[in-house]
């Protein structure tokens, strides 16, 4: 059964028991009166609506009942009406003041305990929680968006009716992936999607790819988390081969319809390791190589001076890469944002939000993909590395000679425009030992930046020695903290390369040799 049918069979239940107050928690109001007009057509009582721009009118029919257009003059009119008359119903879709025990609540709560004598019945329509000595008197129901099932029908009502008219090149297969792309917006937004592509006079394949950006736009001004632009010509991850076969293969599970296997699309990854090799960078790679929208979300802005305003924070922002989805969430140094966890030094803030994101994490089945970064280890609370919470746990090492030679390649090419001699380029990869990828950058930028400066015939093999000469890696100021991070992944993480950490044998699971 669809979450809409099971819906309507449920809310005419509660309606033919009379049951005295309803709440139905949704954003979605036309469709919940579409429903409540097909359940009434079956009912034996009058069914009444109020809104705001037209007061009270008579659902079926639309004939008006009453002119006050003011949300308690329509509680009042119903309270008169079912004082009266048996076996009415009356639904409210703009209510407000209902979370707390205000006077509108109280009378709202009156009118309920009418019609619990009278046979009647009050609905309400409403995106927020409803103060308990109220929903206490009746029912709740949640009409959540359209399903994967119930958006791939909308589409085809859409496209249908213009199979005959435009050049629509979607097929089955086609279809079911844009409803996997549309699952967890509005009807109407779906529908203003489609509308959309169509007004350009035909569908294509590549509208799939748009479907992802139209759906982005939608919520670009949702707060929550931060839309980060990518660009597509800076985003070559030199190495990490280990990190991207796994990547590939896990690609075409994200849009997948995997309901019938009973398995959820991936979840994401936790990237740690040593600072600089390139963990945040890869973020922005997948996102840009899965051509998904990328999104930031900052723990440490999430954070609120009130009890309870992180964890309604947090939540929202998690809502609101649900409505996004398929995306790709970015979270840049976890362990920054959640580092109370840890010894409960702000009160146990970091311990309910680690809660509630590896809640949210485990159980949302929403196409999320989250890439998560850390680099001080020790800090991330142990519940987070447990298997399972991502879909798996890769080690950032500092590059071998073979990727620090692809990365410099890509940093050259880049700024220079020209490759390098395969003798100086041996020389530099032997000079770059212990080099980050952050290093690796910096030593080309510098003969980049005297390129620009005094013209391309002013690089020579020397400048580039200098250039690698002059930078002091971490490796070599902090020699103990790497060979700690390294001796970490050893026995933890799969190395995201593909080979050992550290050049040294590693002890972990056999699960990495699916990488090699």
Known sequence: MSDTLEFRTTLARYLKARIPFISI????RARVLDIFRDVAAGLNAPVYVHTLSQGTRELVNNRSANEDRSVVGAVDFASQQIAQRQNLSFILTEVADIEDDTAFSRQLQDTAMLAAEHGGCVAVITSKPVWGQLQRLGMSLTLSAPNEDEMLAIIQEQIGAYRDQFRIEWDAADERQAAAILAGISRIEAENIIATLLANGSITKADLG?????????????????????????????GLGGLRSWLDRER????????????????GVLLVGVPGCGKSLSAKAIAHNWNLPL??????TIHGQYLGQSEGRLKEALNTADHVAPCVLWIDEIEKGLAGAIGGGDGGTSTRLVGQFLYWLQEARSRV??????????????ELLRRGRFDELFFVDLPTPAERKEIIDIYVQRGLKAPLADALSRELVDLSEGFAGSDLESAVREVVKEAYLFGDAQVSDELFRRAFQNVV????????????????????????????IGGVASTARARRAVLL
């Not at 490796?475 to 060979?483: G, N, R």
């Open 295 to 300: 999104y930031r979300l900052d723990l440490s």
């Open 369 to 382: 993909f989250v890439v998560a970064t850390a680099n001080d280890v020790s800090k991330l609370p142990p």
């Open 252 to 267: 075409p599970l994200l849009t997948a319809d995997l309901r019938e296997r009973g398995i959820r699309p991936p979840r």
């Open 25 to 28: 928690r949704t954003t979605e």
């Open 210 to 238: 748009e479907l992802m950006h139209a759906k982005d736009r939608i919520f670009a001004d949702i707060s929550g988390i931060e839309r980060v632009q990518v660009r597509g010509a800076e985003l070559n991850v030199g």
């Open 473 to 500: 890696p971490l490796s070599k100021t902090s020699p103990e903290q790497i060979e700690s991070i390294r001796a970490w992944g050893r026995e933890r993480a799969v190395p995201a390369s593909g080979q050992a």
